[in-house]
T-cell receptor
């Protein structure tokens, strides 16, 4: 069953703007990960944040984790048309990842 | 090693037929996972292996589904007596436990007609 719930389900922005996606989950986790999926392709790992971390950066990506609220956010700064994809959060539970339903991001040039 | 390979990329089969998919993980990874994804949804966990041992199988997985990883390297996923509801993308991934992320293959798209 799906664990993470993502918000919004779809997001459309202009190139250069920032995109923020949110993820909520229900149970205790070891870590939370974000993945990107281009249409019809496999998923690509973006970033992992452990349960004892609050914020992590990787290039134009910034992830936050609030374990008290069981929520995470992914911020993509200065978006590009190539960022158009679906983004999924996934929680590590007992050795396997449980994925949310994803946010579909469209970046218009 | 160029990543996780899945074969075939696409499979069209008639209802009631058996199908088998293959996954070749990254050779250094000891964990291998199978997921199923339908349009507009996130990947749904099916099963995973550590080396050749199958550690967990989703309760949602019917007895028509079976997976093997005989020598702790490649894995196969077999679906017997396929149904239209089995139409989906089947994704394989591999990883080291407790390290950064999974590496996914490009998936096998199954269409049952």
């Amino acid at each position: 069953s799906q664990q993470g719930e993502e918000d919004p389900q779809a997001l459309s922005i202009q190139e250069g703007e920032n995109a923020t996606m949110n993820c909520s989950y229900k149970t205790s986790i070891n870590n939370l990960q974000w993945y990107r999926q281009n249409s019809g392709r496999g998923l690509v790992h973006l970033i992992l944040i452990r349960s004892n971390e609050r914020e992590k950066h990787s290039g134009r990506l910034r992830v936050t984790l609030d374990t008290s609220k069981k929520s995470s956010s992914l911020l993509i700064t200065a978006s590009r048309a190539a960022d158009t994809a679906s983004y999924f959060c996934a929680t590590d539970q007992g050795g396997k990842l449980i994925f949310g339903q994803g946010t579909e991001l469209s970046v218009k040039p | 090693d160029t990543g996780v390979s899945q074969d075939p990329r696409h499979k069209i089969t008639k209802r009631g037929q058996n199908v088998t998919f293959r996954c070749d993980p990254i050779s250094e990874h000891n964990r291998l996972y199978w997921y199923r994804q339908t349009l507009g949804q996130g990947p749904e966990f099916l099963t995973y292996f550590q080396n050749e041992a199958q550690l967990e199988k989703s309760r949602l997985l019917s007895d028509r589904f079976s997976a093997e990883r005989p020598k702790g390297s490649f894995s196969t996923l077999e679906i017997q007596r396929t149904e239209q509801g089995d139409s989906a993308m089947y994704l394989c991934a591999s990883s080291f436990p407790n390290r950064d992320g999974y590496t996914f293959g490009s998936g096998t798209r199954l269409t049952v007609v």
